[in-house]
C-alpha cells in the first residue's frame, strides 16, 4: 500500500473541510479525485504530504504515519513528488537548477549526475532546449512539464497532480496530459485531482468522487461515469461531462 | 566680517576630512551590523511559537517606536557605561546606529520574505527541502531582489541619522561643523559644508544601490 488515509479530518478553524476521508493507493495505480469547486480535493492532496496539518485521523505513506510529530516528512516527501496550479517554479533560477536543486541539496547527488539526470528528464518531457531558459520565459504547458520533470528529479515512488492543467490555455492541455499518461504507463503511482473526464477515463483505475468534504461515490471510471450511483455524482457528471 | 570662509574651511579642512571619515564609518558599521541583526531580528519575529518570537516583536516596537536620538542618549549614558565602566562615543554610536537599523531592516526583511508567494516555499517543501533549504535556497535570493530599494533607502536615512551622534561628542560631520560655528560664532558656512558632504554620501548610496538593482535585475 503506497497511501492509506484512515479516518482524515480537516478544519480551517471552525470550518470543516475533509469529514471523514478514507482512502488506499496500491502500488503503480492511478487515482482520479473529481468534485465541484471548495468540495476538499487540494485540502485532501494537500494533507497527503502534509503541506496542510492534519486535525484528526492518519495518513500513512507506506507505511509510515506522516500525522506522527516524530515521523520525518522532509524524508518522507522526497518520496511523494507533487505538482501543483500554479506550476511554483523557482522563478530565479534556470530550468536546469530548478530540476536540479532538491537533488543536489537535499539528496546529496553529485552535481554532475543530477545534470544528467536533469537532461534525461527534460527529454522526456520533450524540453530538453529549454534547460538554459527562465521560467517567465515558457508557456504555461512548458512550465507545467519542467514542474514535473522537477519533481520527477527526486525519483519519487508517487506523485500528486493538483489539478495540473487548470491553470492552460486550453491548446497547452494536451502536453501535460501526455507525459502525464506516459508517467502513468511507465507505472507511476498517481493521484490526480483534475477535472479532465477523458483522461481520468483513459488512465484512472479508481475515479473518485468528493463533495462537502465526503468522498461520495469512487469507482472504476467508466463504471462511474455510465452508472452513478448517488445523485450528486448524477448531479456533477451531468454538468462536466 | 572678520575671516573669510574660505579660510575657515581651509584651517577645518583636515577635521572635515576626518569627520567625513567618521561619518562614513558609522554609516558603514550600521549597515553592516544593522543587516546581520536585523536578519536575526527578522527571523526571530517570524517564528511559529508566539513565546519565542515576542522579544524579537518588543525589539523592534521599541527601536522603531522611540526616537533615535533618546536611544542614543540611553545608550551613551546608560547602556555603554554599565557595560564598558565609562563611556565611549563611538561605541556608542555603532551600538545605536546598529540597533536602530537593525530594527527597520528587520522589518524590511519581513515584508520581502512575506511578498514571496506561499507556493514557492510549500514547491521546495514538497520536493523534501526542511524549511532552511527552502528559505536559503527559493525565499530569500528572491526577497533579497525585492527588498534592495527599501533598503536602499534605509541606508540612505542612516547616513543622515548618523548626524544626531553629534549630541554626544562623536567625531563625526555635524560634530566638527557645530565646533567650527561655535569657535567663528557662524551658521551658513559649518552647516552649508557639511550638507554638501552628507549630499554627497547620499548620493554616492543611492547610485550604488541603483546599479546593484541593475546587476541583478539582468542577470
Ligand atoms: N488555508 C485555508 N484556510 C481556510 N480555509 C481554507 C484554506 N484552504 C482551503 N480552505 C477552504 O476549504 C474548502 C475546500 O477547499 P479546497 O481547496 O480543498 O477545495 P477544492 O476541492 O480543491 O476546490 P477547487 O476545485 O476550487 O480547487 C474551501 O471551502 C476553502 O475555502
Ligand atoms: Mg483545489
Redesign the interface.
Known amino acids: 500500500m503506497m497511501i492509506k488515509v484512515e479516518n482524515l479530518k480537516k478544519s480551517f478553524g471552525e470550518n470543516e473541510v475533509l469529514k471523514k476521508i478514507n482512502l488506499e493507493v496500491e502500488k503503480q495505480e492511478v487515482v482520479v479525485v473529481i468534485g465541484p469547486s471548495g468540495s476538499g480535493k487540494s485540502t485532501l492532496l494537500r494533507c497527503i504530504?502534509l503541506?496542510e496539518t492534519i486535525t484528526s485521523g492518519h495518513v500513512f505513506i507506506e507505511g509510515t504515519d506522516i500525522a506522527d510529530k516524530t515521523a520525518n516528512i522532509?524524508?518522507i516527501?522526497?518520496d511523494?513528488?507533487?505538482v501543483?496550479q500554479?506550476f511554483?517554479?523557482?522563478?530565479?533560477m534556470t530550468v536546469l537548477d530548478n530540476i536540479m536543486?532538491?537533488p543536489t541539496?537535499?539528496?546529496k547527488v553529485p552535481k554532475e549526475q543530477a545534470k544528467a539526470k536533469a537532461m534525461e528528464l527534460l527529454g522526456k518531457v520533450g524540453l530538453a532546449e529549454k534547460a538554459d531558459a527562465y521560467p517567465d520565459s515558457l508557456s504555461g504547458g512548458q512550465k507545467q512539464r519542467i514542474?514535473i520533470a522537477?519533481?520527477l528529479a527526486?525519483e519519487p515512488k508517487m506523485m500528486l497532480f493538483d489539478e495540473p492543467t487548470s491553470a492552460l490555455d486550453p491548446e497547452m492541455v494536451g502536453e501535460v496530459l501526455d507525459v502525464m499518461k506516459q508517467l502513468a504507463k511507465d507505472g507511476m503511482t498517481m493521484v490526480v485531482v483534475t477535472h479532465e473526464m477523458g483522461f481520468a477515463r483513459e488512465v484512472g483505475d479508481r475515479v473518485i468522487f468528493m463533495d462537502g468534504g465526503y468522498i461520495v461515490e469512487e469507482n472504476e471510471p467508466n463504471q462511474l461515469f455510465a452508472h452513478p450511483n448517488e445523485e450528486r455524482t448524477k448531479a456533477f457528471l451531468s454538468k462536466v461531462l | 566680517m572678520g575671516v573669510n570662509p574660505i579660510d575657515i574651511i581651509r584651517e577645518y579642512l583636515p577635521f572635515l576630512a576626518s569627520g567625513t571619515l567618521f561619518t562614513i564609518g558609522f554609516s558603514l558599521a550600521g549597515i553592516v551590523f544593522g543587516t546581520i541583526l536585523g536578519l536575526l531580528v527578522c527571523f526571530g519575529k517570524m517564528l511559529n511559537n508566539k513565546v519565542l518570537s515576542a522579544p524579537f516583536v518588543c525589539y523592534i516596537t521599541f527601536f522603531r517606536g522611540t526616537p533615535l536620538f533618546v536611544q542614543i542618549l540611553l545608550i551613551h549614558f546608560g547602556v555603554v557605561p554599565a557595560i564598558f565602566g565609562q563611556s565611549n562615543g563611538i561605541i556608542s554610536g555603532i551600538v545605536a546606529l546598529s540597533l536602530n537599523e537593525a530594527a527597520y531592516i528587520a522589518e524590511v526583511f519581513r515584508a520581502g520574505i512575506q511578498s514571496i508567494d506561499e507556493g514557492q516555499t510549500e514547491a521546495a517543501r514538497s520536493l523534501g527541502m526542511n524549511r532552511l533549504q527552502a528559505m536559503r535556497y527559493v525565499v530569500l535570493p528572491q526577497a533579497v531582489h525585492r527588498v534592495l530599494p527599501p533598503m536602499g533607502n534605509e541606508f540612505i536615512s542612516l547616513i543622515k541619522d548618523s548626524s544626531l551622534l553629534a549630541a554626544i561628542a562623536a567625531p563625526e560631520l555635524t560634530y566638527w561643523a557645530q565646533a567650527m560655528g561655535a569657535q567663528y560664532a557662524i551658521t551658513w558656512t559649518p552647516y552649508l559644508a557639511i550638507s554638501f558632504i552628507y549630499l554627497i554620501l547620499t548620493l554616492t548610496m543611492s547610485f550604488l544601490v541603483n546599479r546593484l538593482e541593475r546587476r541583478m535585475a539582468t542577470k
Do not use: D
Open positions: 504530504n503541506l522532509n524524508k516527501r522526497q511523494v513528488g507533487m501543483f500554479q511554483n517554479l523557482f522563478p530565479h536543486l532538491a541539496k537535499v539528496k514542474a522537477r519533481a527526486m
